[in-house]
């Protein structure tokens, strides 16, 4: 499985990529942003600084690793369940907390913010 660019909006399964400090290959076994090294034996894509399975079960969001049972994937800065239901991301960490108080939003709004943001179950 290739690994899907969304500002080229195209999947490609063999070279590896540079952009915004990242390094991974296509298929999205090895990963590199900031110094460290991530190694996995699923596909995996990064969008924003954020790291993701295929799936959807592991999400890497400034440096906090989250476990989600959703599938989800992230376009222009918002993160969505694969059903294009919305999740929200809260401004604060709140520990032991994170699923608490979900939200769902219409797949079109863009009224959500990244900044120190966790994702929320729909």
Same mark, same amino acid.
């Given at each position: 499985? #290739?690994?899907?660019?969304?500002?080229? =909006?195209?999947? @490609? $399964?063999?070279?590896?990529?540079?952009?915004?400090?990242?390094?991974?290959?296509?298929?999205? %076994?090895?990963?590199?942003?900031?110094?460290?090294?991530?190694?996995?034996?699923?596909?995996?894509? +990064?969008?924003?600084? %954020?790291?993701? $399975?295929?799936? =959807?079960?592991?999400?890497?969001?400034? /440096?906090?690793?989250?476990?989600?049972?959703?599938?989800?994937?992230?376009?222009?800065?918002?993160?969505?369940?694969?059903?294009?239901?919305?999740?929200?991301?809260?401004?604060?960490?709140?520990? #032991? /907390?994170?699923?608490? #108080? @979900?939200? +769902?939003?219409?797949?079109?709004?863009?009224?959500?913010?990244? %900044? /120190?943001?966790? #994702?929320?179950? +729909?």
């Amino acid at each position: 499985m #290739g690994v899907w660019d969304w500002e080229l =909006g195209i999947k @490609s $399964q063999d070279r590896c990529v540079d952009r915004d400090n990242s390094l991974f290959r296509r298929d999205g %076994t090895a990963f590199h942003r900031d110094n460290p090294l991530f190694w996995h034996n699923q596909s995996m894509f +990064c969008h924003d600084k %954020t790291l993701f $399975q295929r799936d =959807g079960t592991r999400l890497c969001h400034d /440096n906090i690793l989250f476990q989600h049972d959703e599938p989800m994937f992230c376009r222009d800065s918002i993160l969505f369940c694969r059903d294009a239901t919305l999740f929200r991301l809260v401004a604060k960490l709140q520990l #032991g /907390n994170a699923m608490e #108080g @979900s939200s +769902c939003l219409p797949w079109r709004s863009r009224q959500i913010s990244l %900044t /120190n943001a966790i #994702g929320r179950r +729909c």
